[in-house]
């Protein structure tokens, strides 16, 4: 049985880096783009497949061979590190080297395919990230390790994520500390603007005022 901390590490563990999959609808000329936050050095799999709305039955089909999908991922500096035409099933690999938002878009070949003209495609899209792109099985069998090995594997991996996305919070942390004080010194120096201003229209209008009582013969 594991005790009360360590089964709350593992619960923690299993949720550090999750991954997820989901499915939408693009049309025939429509692109369709995910952001994910990610920390630098972390590998990222994304497997999809596609279904073709058929009149006839009124559901999705799977597609047909010819259809295919481009798939275009850009960095936080929106250089981009992956564009690539892929089939209408496929999987694409991808390795953070900046962290932050990197983004993903899939948009379909459709102008190649009469019997997508007009109509909609559904894509089911599944995004692993860190260690969860990592074949445990496979690597139990080629390494020859033991359950408990393969275990300790695991968590190795994980703490090993964790380490990475504490450094990219760190780094978060860091822009937006930068961010702040950037913005508290425009603050501060548009304040002092607005003050000078004050004082000079004061100024003026006080030789103004003096000048027409002057000319008024008042003073």
């Excluded at 983004?103 to 692993?128: E, P, W, Y």
Aim: glycine content about 6%; some cysteine; overall charge neutral.
């Amino acid at each position: 049985m594991l005790s009360t901390p360590a089964a709350g590490l593992l619960f923690t563990l299993a949720w550090i880096y999750p991954s997820y999959a989901l499915y939408f609808h693009i049309g025939e000329t429509e692109k369709k783009c995910f952001i994910e936050e990610i920390p630098d050095e972390t590998m990222v799999i994304g497997k999809y497949r596609t279904q073709l709305w058929d009149k006839q039955t009124s559901s999705f089909l799977p597609s047909t061979p010819g259809l295919g999908m481009h798939v275009e991922i850009k960095d936080p500096d929106t250089k981009i590190i992956l564009s690539r035409q892929y089939g209408s099933d496929g999987r694409f690999t991808f390795t953070s080297h900046t962290p932050g938002e990197h983004q993903i878009c899939l948009h379909s070949n459709s102008t190649k395919m009469a019997l997508f003209a007009g109509g909609k495609l559904r894509v089911h899209l599944d995004i692993q990230v860190g260690e969860h792109t990592n074949n445990y099985p496979e690597i139990a069998a080629k390494d020859k390790l033991t359950e408990l090995q393969l275990r300790v594997r695991q968590l190795l991996d994980q703490v090993e994520q964790i380490q990475k996305e504490q450094n990219y919070q760190r780094y978060r942390e860091e822009r937006f500390r930068m961010t702040s004080e950037s913005t508290n010194q425009r603050v501060l120096w548009w304040s002092i603007a607005q003050t000078l201003i004050l004082i000079v229209t004061g100024i003026w209008q006080m030789k103004h005022l003096k000048s027409f009582f002057e000319a008024k013969k008042l003073v």
